[in-house]
Nanobody, 121 residues
Framework: QVQLVESGGGSVQSGGSLTLACTAS????????MAWFRQTPGRDRDKVAG???????NVAESVKGRFTISRDNDKNTVYLQMNNMQPEDTGIYYC???????????????WGRGTQVTVTS
């Protein structure tokens, strides 16, 4: 089996910073695209940032210049550095990964359980 475990969530004041981490573990052959999504009450999960296995990254327009996504392939970990945070960044942040499990010939999609991020004004 494969698990994605997020860490680093919490509460921060407007203008503050947080770094989220998500580590994949289990019977993993390789990881493909990884991403962070954010969910707020009454809305679907919105993609915040994504990064390919080779390091090519993109972030949503709403967080451009404030959030940075990165990954450490040796540690099977993806990070989201969030700076100058604003109240609208509040939500549950979910990690996503395309995983090639050992013994499989195709990728499967996995999600973490989410971590709460709250930004107070």
């Amino acid at each position: 089996q494969v698990q994605l475990v997020e860490s680093g969530g919490g509460s921060v004041q407007s203008g503050g910073s947080l770094t989220l981490a998500c580590t994949a573990s289990g019977s993993i052959s390789s990881l493909g695209n990884m991403a962070w999504f954010r969910q707020t009450p009454g809305r679907d999960r919105d993609k915040v940032a994504g990064i390919a296995s080779g390091g090519s990254a993109n972030v949503a327009e709403s967080v451009k210049g404030r959030f940075t996504i990165s990954r450490d392939n040796d540690k099977n970990t993806v990070y989201l550095q969030m700076n100058n945070m604003q109240p609208e960044d509040t939500g549950i942040y979910y990690c996503f990964a395309e995983v090639r499990r050992v013994g499989f010939t195709y990728d499967q999609e996995y999600w973490g359980r989410g971590t709460q991020v709250t930004v107070t004004s």
